[in-house]
């Protein structure tokens, strides 16, 4: 069994955390963690009976696996102070976006092991999307350690480091897309009448159970949609007024402004 590294334990870090352990991929005594000056990480390790790293260093002594989850701005500083006790078979998962390779082997220079991975939230609960990019640098079997560890806490995606910002769209970022959809699905519930309870219950649940049967059956959206749409229904009748009001150029323009593409 491999020990750890967890460093930076906020919303991204405590889901990969929560995620490893709920799937029994760790043992929470082979996981260390810090969190800068943040309080919050003590209590964490606490609660999950981790280990507590009071700095990072103390975390990169006593792992082999070390991943990074703070925000890119903080990440070169981060990548400096861990530099010195890194050892060459260690490897270092950045969880960062737009955060390159390059940038992080400019500051790390010799070590070799490194991996891009950029996770999503529901990892906590073992449904993430992790897209992976490793160095050129990487073996096949720590590739493989790093494949199997996102595969204890959802699907993964090997991708050309080209790929990963849009990558990191689609399934880092979406999480927050479907969270205002289904706010939005539940506004309209309680519109009509529903207390909020009711409509966030129908509106995860049927956000759910669609994402639920297009996976389990290889099924096309547009199946979906055009199963749903019954002739001269009611469905048919809403998807007029989500066309109408752009929801599919919406959600494209999103994309574009997330992953920075100008076209
Ligand atoms: N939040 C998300 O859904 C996703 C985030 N990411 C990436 O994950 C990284 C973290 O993002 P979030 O979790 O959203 O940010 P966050 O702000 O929630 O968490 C960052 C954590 O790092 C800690 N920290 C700050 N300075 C530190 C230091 N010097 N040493 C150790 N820990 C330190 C903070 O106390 C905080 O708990 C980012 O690089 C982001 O691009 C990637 C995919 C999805
Ligand atoms: O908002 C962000 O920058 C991070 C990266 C992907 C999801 N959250």
Redesign the pocket.
């Known amino acids: 069994m491999k020990q750890i590294g967890i460093?930076?334990?906020?919303?991204?870090?405590s889901a990969i955390l929560q995620g490893l352990i709920f799937s029994q991929y760790v043992t929470p005594q082979d996981v260390f963690i810090?969190?800068?000056?943040?309080g919050?990480?003590q209590q964490i390790a606490k609660d999950l009976d981790c280990q507590f790293c009071l700095t990072?260093r103390a975390v990169v002594e006593q792992t082999d696996i070390i991943i990074l989850?703070?925000?890119?701005r903080?990440?070169p500083?981060?990548l400096e102070e861990i530099k010195p006790y890194l050892s060459g078979n260690q490897m270092i998962i950045s969880?960062?976006?737009?955060?390159t390779m390059a940038q992080i082997q400019e500051i790390l220079t010799s070590h070799q092991a490194i991996i891009r991975a950029?996770?999503?939230?529901p990892s906590r609960v073992c449904q993430g999307m992790t897209a992976i990019s490793p160095a050129k640098q990487v073996t096949n079997k720590q590739l493989e350690i790093v494949k199997q560890l996102f595969m204890a806490i959802g699907k993964i995606a090997i991708v050309d480091e080209s790929k990963l910002d849009i990558s990191?769209t689609i399934a880092?970022c979406s999480?927050a897309y479907v969270a205002l959809f289904i706010e939005a699905l539940a506004d309209a519930g309680v519109l009509a009448g529903l207390t909020r309870e009711e409509a966030y219950l129908m509106s995860k649940q049927a956000v759910l159970g669609s994402a639920s049967v297009l996976l389990a059956q290889s099924m096309l959206p547009a199946e979906l949609k055009d199963g749903v749409c019954s002739p001269g229904g009611t469905t048919i009748r809403g998807i007029a007024q989500l066309e109408k009001y752009g929801l599919r150029n919406a959600v494209i323009e999103a994309v574009k402004a997330s992953a920075k593409i100008k076209a």
Do not use: R, Y
Request: charged share 5%; aromatic share 2%.
């Open positions: 460093i930076g334990v906020g919303h991204l870090g810090s969190g800068g000056t943040s919050k990480t990072n989850a703070v925000i890119p903080i990440l500083s981060v969880t960062a976006a737009s955060f950029i996770p999503n939230i990191s880092g999480p």
